[in-house]
């Protein structure tokens, strides 16, 4: 059957239609909350972009072969406009023929993440071998309390925050990696740092107490070897202070791993001050309060020290960009806490320095508008049409109550939902000044809406939730849009660091992988339940990887993040109407 002309544009509808609200939410598998990508998609049955009147398909006679007795989600779906307009897109026809298709389309969560970078999958989909045991890698890692992104948030927020110090540790890997394995051990002592000193210029002396702690502190306590004589007074105030003797009890085989590398603490505490700056108390305490995470990237050294540059390149570029609000400690604590275990959303954000910016200005405004990603990307797509809203919010929730404005027609669900929701609107009430600075950002805000996957990465609502938590912080950040991407890009840097850090657990041949497909596994990691269920399905794969150039393209649509998200998609996939009706458009 012929389809009328329909096209996916930017602008105004000119039809208004009564919407099926689905709820289908992709949650992210990663431990503590941490935010991944291709966590939130639009819904309610439209496409955040204008679609033309058009007239409706009518499917063939609905049989058993399609759905179950009663059930109308396949038929209701082949009603929306984001599937008629995928009827008629080239790369989606051509890969909804492809043999595989229906299996890809029973994994719809992994496909959307997929779809977000399909270069970082193309070559990856080709091996469904390695595709599994990256996969299955993904998961024991999202697992693991020591990998999750809330522990690298805390990791990298307790380098930010004592960069000096870290920036001194990345100079020396091989000691800055037996650190991290025991940083309680060198928190105790190094409250005494000439008896850390003395200890670290001869190790190999000190290995004979990893069997016999309690020696240590006798010999302490009398300063009776002649590498304690040097120090004699803080060996003995050392040796008194039962707390600390505590900790070297519980870690005495840090005293052996000191001594397999001597040499390189030998050095360590020949350069006096990178040695004081890296082993001050403050920063050795950060790291035993994130003890677990600083212990599993230790098995790098040389990541482990890439990790804290890229901390210390944060903190500057946070200092700079908040010179003139002298940002406090807390705060930068907090800023780094949140970037880094969110990091792949606040990527995405990165790219569109100018929306980043103004969201991360008025963090509360957003977070409440994310809520509601339908209207806030149709919002998005013309903001200037909003500006008249700063001076009389009223009038906004009564404009979204019967979605009387042409730019709200397409997401009416969605604004009557926002209209009805009280505490959102005293939100964007309490900050109405906001439409205003959103409108002098339309052109960023469109181009971030015309991208689907970036926006419902970028704008999901446990990220917008995090900065509105932090909002001074964020502020004070937001004053140099440039600077704020760049502090994302170092976040995102350690976190890639810390990922390959934690894969080092595996053996070498799925280290390997993980360093061969970086961006394939970060993506993984934000589902890993999703991926572990692709893995299972060859054929699934084979059709990504033929179709790689056409997924590519259809990333860009806001229709056909919309349509893979309806939860009646994978059902669809598998009906004859549904390709029949494909395979008839033009």
Do not use: C, W
């Not at 920036?167 to 850390?196: K, L």
């Not at 170092?490 to 970086?518: E, I, L, T």
Request: aromatic letters at 8%; proline letters at 4%; hydrophobic letters at 55%.
């Amino acid at each position: 059957m012929a389809f009328p002309p329909i096209t996916e544009n930017v602008g105004q509808s000119r039809v208004s239609r009564k919407a099926i609200l689905l709820t289908g939410v992709i949650a992210l598998a990663v431990a503590a909350g941490a935010v991944g990508i291709a966590q939130r998609f639009p819904i309610d049955g439209t496409t955040a972009g204008t679609i033309a009147p058009a007239q409706r398909y009518i499917a063939p006679q609905v049989g058993d072969a399609d759905i179950t007795l009663g059930d109308t989600s396949v038929p209701r779906l082949m009603q929306t406009d984001a599937f008629e307009v995928m009827a008629r897109n080239p790369s989606f026809r051509s890969l909804a023929a492809d043999p595989g298709f229906s299996a890809l389309a029973q994994n719809s969560q992994a496909m959307a993440i997929m779809a977000a970078n399909p270069k970082a999958f193309a070559q990856l989909a080709k091996s469904p071998e390695a595709f599994a045991r990256l996969a299955a890698h993904a998961q024991a890692i999202a697992n693991d309390a020591g990998a999750s992104a809330q522990a690298q948030g805390e990791m990298f927020a307790a380098m930010a925050t004592n960069a000096k110090a870290f920036e001194a540790f990345s100079g020396n890997a091989a000691a800055f990696s037996d650190v991290a394995a025991s940083p309680a051990f060198f928190a105790a002592i190094s409250r005494y740092p000439q008896a850390m000193n003395a200890i670290a210029l001869n190790a190999e002396a000190f290995k004979q107490f990893a069997r016999n702690p309690a020696a240590f502190q006798k010999a302490a306590a009398e300063a009776n070897m002649p590498e304690m004589r040097s120090a004699a007074s803080s060996f003995r105030s050392l040796a008194r202070d039962s707390a600390a003797m505590t900790q070297v009890t519980n870690n005495a085989d840090a005293f052996a791993r000191m001594a397999a590398r001597s040499v390189a603490f030998a050095s360590f505490a020949r350069n006096t001050a990178a040695f004081n700056a890296a082993l001050n108390s403050q920063a050795l305490d950060a790291m035993a309060r994130s003890a677990a995470a600083f212990r599993a990237a230790a098995a790098r050294p040389e990541a482990l020290a890439s990790m804290a540059r890229s901390a210390s390149a944060f903190s500057s570029q946070l200092r700079a960009s908040s010179a003139a609000n002298a940002v406090s400690m807390a705060s930068e604590a907090q800023v780094a806490k949140a970037i880094a275990a969110n990091s792949a959303a606040f990527s995405a954000m990165a790219a569109n320095p100018a929306a980043f910016a103004e969201m991360a200005s008025h963090a509360a405004f957003y977070s409440a508008l994310s809520r509601y990603p339908e209207a806030l990307n149709a919002m998005s797509l013309d903001a200037s049409a909003f500006a008249s809203f700063a001076k009389n919010p009223a009038a906004f929730q009564k404009a979204a109550a019967e979605a009387s404005m042409p730019q709200m027609r397409s997401a009416a669900n969605s604004f009557q939902a926002l209209a009805r929701d009280s505490a959102a609107i005293a939100t964007l009430s309490a900050d109405a000044s906001a439409f205003s600075s959103f409108a002098r950002q339309a052109v960023a805000f469109n181009a971030l809406a015309r991208n689907a996957a970036a926006m419902r990465l970028a704008t999901n609502a446990q990220t917008m939730d995090v900065m509105a938590r932090n909002a001074a912080a964020f502020r004070s950040a937001a004053a140099d849009a440039a600077s704020l991407s760049a502090m994302v890009r170092s976040a995102d840097a350690f976190s890639s660091q810390a990922r390959s850090a934690a894969a080092m657990s595996a053996n070498a041949q799925v280290a390997a992988m993980v360093a061969a497909s970086p961006q394939a596994f970060a993506m993984m990691q934000s589902n890993p339940q999703a991926f572990s269920q692709l893995a299972r399905q060859p054929q699934a794969l084979a059709t990504f990887a033929r179709n790689a150039s056409a997924v590519s393209q259809l990333a860009q649509s806001q229709a056909f993040a919309s349509l893979i998200a309806n939860p009646a998609f994978a059902a669809a996939a598998q009906s004859p109407s549904f390709a029949e009706a494909i395979s008839g458009a033009r």
